[in-house]
């Protein structure tokens, strides 16, 4: 495919559109980044060496959900050759509003990266937010050719894998699996502290992964839950319905309940599929002790690196003042029973590879 994104001007200089112009500088794409806060603008441009474009080929709105339709029509106006794209993860009505207050809606698309971090800002940007990530592009007859195809060499571009969705579906899809999570994460931790949860020094990797979305920003997701309250909604209420249930069970010492929505919990879990949206893979993990020494880790990697496997995921259990530290490897079945064999040989504490 012949590459026409060449000039791409930023708006909004936060973790998303940062990550997105540091993906694409490593490319040798020049960027530019403007933001309202002056301060945000410099910080954004230093880390990707922004430079001034007049005429972009693409120009991408990263802004919150109030601002965005101002933004878009503004630049479609003021940039009537360039193709207008926005990042928002709630679609609602913008497709239509655009087309009625713009006569260059043909030069809008719409999308939404399914990657983020539970901290915010140019600071926390990273080139490589998005590889392996879903990118979700909005249908609409009003789209131009161009601004698909510009679409598809951005989300190629920072590593992504494009998926079309209607604008009514994307807002369905996202209220079941980004904004329902946040809500269940902040709920967690609104539980805990009014209940007066202290001893966090005892807590286990659980926690502190369905803790993890409550550290995000509440101003940025209380706005993006109203936004879509309509399609989250439905979802709560069957949460409720579900914690519910699982109370009732407890009550009743009704067991085999109980049992019956845990196995439906591993079933869903089970269907989470792997990277780039293929099938789910189903690893072993090598745990291993290492002593509480800095570089352990790291003489790890260089272990794999040495006999060439690769690790698809890991975890870390440690608590403070403890001499030893778990740490399991998730690997492809061959790989896992290789780097085993080669680690115990080289005198490092591993244990029986186990399935899930």
């Known amino acids: 495919m012949v590459q026409k994104l060449h000039k791409v001007k930023i708006v909004g200089s936060g973790l998303i559109g940062t990550s997105i112009a540091l993906a694409l500088k490593s490319k040798g794409i020049a960027i530019q980044m403007v933001d309202k806060e002056a301060h945000s603008e410099r910080l ?35 940039h009537p050759r360039s193709i207008v794209l926005d990042i928002a993860s709630v679609k609602s009505n913008l497709l239509d509003e655009v087309v009625k207050l713009s006569d260059n809606a043909a030069n809008f698309i ?18 490589d937010l998005f590889v392996g990530r879903a990118w979700i592009g909005i249908t609409s007859p009003n789209t131009s050719e161009l601004a698909k195809e510009l679409l598809e060499e951005l989300v190629s571009t920072s590593g992504s894998s494009l998926y079309w969705l209607t604008a009514k579906e994307h807002d369905q899809t996202v209220a079941a699996i980004s904004h329902l999570p946040q809500v269940l994460s902040t709920a967690l931790a609104y539980t805990l502290d009014k209940k007066k949860v ?34 989250l909604d439905s979802y709560l209420t ?29 079933r869903v879990y089970e269907g989470i599929p792997g990277k780039h949206g293929g099938q789910s893979r189903n690893y072993s993990y090598l745990p291993i002790v290492i002593e509480d020494q800095p570089g352990q880790l790291a003489k790890i990697f260089e272990e794999c690196a040495k ?37 115990q040989s080289a005198g490092w504490n591993v244990h029986a590879i186990k399935s899930r």
């Open 44 to 78: 954004a441009n230093d880390l990707v060496d922004g430079e001034v474009i007049s005429d972009p080929d693409l120009i991408i709105v990263s802004a919150s959900i109030s601002a965005n339709l101002d933004l878009i029509l503004q630049y479609l106006k003021s």
């Open 110 to 127: 719409s999308s939404h990266p399914m990657a983020g971090r539970e901290v915010s800002g140019a600071q926390s940007a990273r080139s």
């Open 198 to 231: 202290k001893s966090f020094n005892l807590s286990g990797q659980g926690l502190r992964d369905l803790l993890r979305l409550s550290g995000s920003n509440p101003k940025l997701w209380s706005e993006l839950l109203m936004a879509n309250k309509e399609a």
């Open 238 to 266: 069957v949460m409720s319905e579900s914690i519910a249930s699982i109370q009732e069970s407890l009550i009743k010492n009704d067991r085999k309940t109980l049992e019956d929505i845990f196995a439906i919990g591993n």
């Open 307 to 343: 006999i060439e496997v690769n690790i698809e995921d890991l975890s870390i259990e440690h608590s403070p003042g403890q001499q030893t530290g778990l740490i399991t490897l998730a690997l492809n079945d061959i790989d896992a029973e290789k780097l085993s064999n080669h680690l």
